[in-house]
């Protein structure tokens, strides 16, 4: 109960500050964010920032994620979703309860084998984790995708995601080395794709080939 009245609390903070919207708040007010941080942190797991889950990587802020979710469900609902860097599973558990099916993909093997208890623990059968491959970036043996989420900061556009889009498609992705990183958005509209900047982020850095942005 302590948690779920916490819970409501950081709700109540992120609709005053004009996060996401009333659709993407209800969502995370469902999702027990103390379940996806490690036991010495739950006493903060409903504080507005973002927090160390091992392995150099963090669950992020609920403000950044209730707008980048906000952004992903900005101009209609996409039914399949891929997500870039599952780290503690919070980020695709919110989606799971918006989308049809997310695609969720980790690196690090620890935070994959978590995450997949997790979003078994708690009832999360739209979610389908995946152990990243050392020779591409995302899915691309499962797209394409309605939407693509990016978790983690690139140093430019990963357009090795670019084919992974399906016509009408949005990517969400922070993009800038550290200390200048930016929310961008990209469109997909047949062959082109456009895209557009939006406000400063911070987010661990984007682990994949450098070779693999082609």
Do not use: C, W
């Given at each position: 109960m302590?948690?779920?009245?916490?819970?409501?609390?950081?709700?109540a903070r992120?609709?005053?500050?004009?996060?996401g919207?009333?659709?993407?708040l209800?969502?995370?007010e469902?999702v027990?964010?103390?379940m996806?941080?490690d036991e010495?942190?739950?006493?903060?797991?409903?504080?507005?920032?973002?927090?160390?889950?091992?392995?150099?990587?963090?669950?992020?802020?609920?403000?950044?994620v209730?707008?980048?979710?906000?952004?992903?469900l900005?101009?209609?609902?996409?039914?399949?979703?891929l997500?870039i860097?599952t780290?503690?599973?919070y980020?695709?558990?919110?989606?799971?309860?918006?989308?049809?099916?997310?695609?969720?993909?980790e690196?690090?093997?620890?935070?994959?084998?978590?995450a997949?208890r997790?979003?078994?623990?708690?009832?999360?059968?739209?979610?389908?984790?995946?152990?990243?491959?050392?020779?591409a970036?995302?899915?691309?043996?499962?797209g394409?995708?309605?939407a693509?989420?990016?978790?983690?900061?690139?140093d430019?556009?990963?357009?090795?995601?670019?084919?992974q889009?399906?016509?009408?498609?949005?990517?969400?992705v922070?993009?800038?080395?550290?200390?200048?990183?930016?929310l961008?958005?990209?469109?997909?509209n047949g062959d082109?794709?456009?895209?557009e900047t939006?406000?400063?982020?911070?987010?661990?850095?984007?682990?994949?080939?450098r070779?693999?942005d082609?």
């Amino acid at each position: 109960m302590a948690s779920a009245r916490s819970r409501a609390r950081l709700i109540a903070r992120l609709r005053q500050l004009g996060a996401g919207t009333d659709e993407v708040l209800e969502a995370m007010e469902k999702v027990p964010r103390h379940m996806f941080v490690d036991e010495a942190m739950t006493s903060r797991a409903y504080d507005d920032t973002a927090l160390p889950i091992g392995y150099g990587q963090t669950i992020s802020q609920p403000y950044i994620v209730a707008e980048m979710t906000r952004l992903l469900l900005d101009e209609n609902t996409p039914a399949h979703v891929l997500e870039i860097g599952t780290g503690s599973g919070y980020q695709a558990a919110v989606l799971a309860e918006l989308v049809t099916t997310v695609y969720t993909v980790e690196r690090v093997q620890p935070l994959y084998e978590q995450a997949r208890r997790r979003f078994a623990e708690l009832g999360y059968r739209n979610v389908r984790t995946r152990l990243a491959r050392e020779d591409a970036l995302g899915l691309p043996d499962y797209g394409p995708f309605d939407a693509i989420l990016v978790t983690a900061g690139a140093d430019q556009l990963p357009t090795a995601l670019f084919e992974q889009m399906a016509d009408g498609a949005r990517m969400i992705v922070p993009v800038g080395d550290s200390g200048n990183q930016r929310l961008m958005v990209v469109h997909r509209n047949g062959d082109q794709f456009s895209h557009e900047t939006l406000d400063a982020v911070s987010f661990v850095p984007l682990i994949h080939n450098r070779d693999e942005d082609g």
